[in-house]
């Protein structure tokens, strides 16, 4: 029988899969503002369920390393932290919000990255709300594409669904998940998820994509021992993600080059 964990090492284990308590859970959505994003490849951040745009730091860091730009968006809800508001409703939010973006720095096309609930809150928007004319691709980490069966704690967090219908959502085969794969994810769009062995939220089996005959823009990227908020700021995690929007952004230089 293997020894119990130590708390250190349980401490870890537990922020690997929820968060740092301190860094992200105890500080505010309000992050460093920088409107430079327009004058490179921008990238568009999308944090999941009860967490903040804190959850991106390290992210944001590595990829203006790498001659990114980057944005992300308060999604607000209940304290202001936990996107109470129903997928469907954070997608048209965020729509509206980077229709105003677009006008305002010129901005014509980005990539965007999801994390957990993240991932569908851009599916929602791509596949439903005109996010098709402006993605040119989508990176989820951890996001459940078929449901996650935690989703049912989140249900009790939630009051039983008093709070937030998102958990709800969430459950697998609800009618949401059912429509979101019902629909045909956008050709033209490169769709890559990241998941791991380890995802305790977001088991690994929730997040594989099930590609239809020709659809080769649907990948699926697997890890290993890397828990479900861990994948916001792992390396190696990382390394996959760039690569995705590396490819994708030589991808529509090409059809750019053509046309």
Known sequence: ??????PPRLYRALRDQLGSIRRVYLRSNRIIRHDDFAQSEPVLLLHGFFQTRQVWQLMEERLRADGFGVFSFDLGGLFWRLNNRSIDEQARMIGDKLEGIADRYGLDRFHVIGHSMGGLIARTYIQHHGGDRRVKSLVTLGTPHHGTPTAA???WLMAGGLLSRNPAEMIPYSPF???LNRDVFPANIPLTSIFSTAD???PARFSRLN???GEAHLHNRQVKGIGHTALTYDPGVYVIART???EATALWAERSGRS
Not at 1 to 6: G, R, S
């Open 177 to 179: 998940m059912r429509g």
């Open 1 to 6: 029988m293997p020894p119990a964990p130590t």
């Open 244 to 246: 995705a929007l590396e």
């Open 211 to 213: 590609p239809r005959q």
């Open 200 to 202: 305790l939220i977001c």
């Open 153 to 155: 704690i989140g249900i």
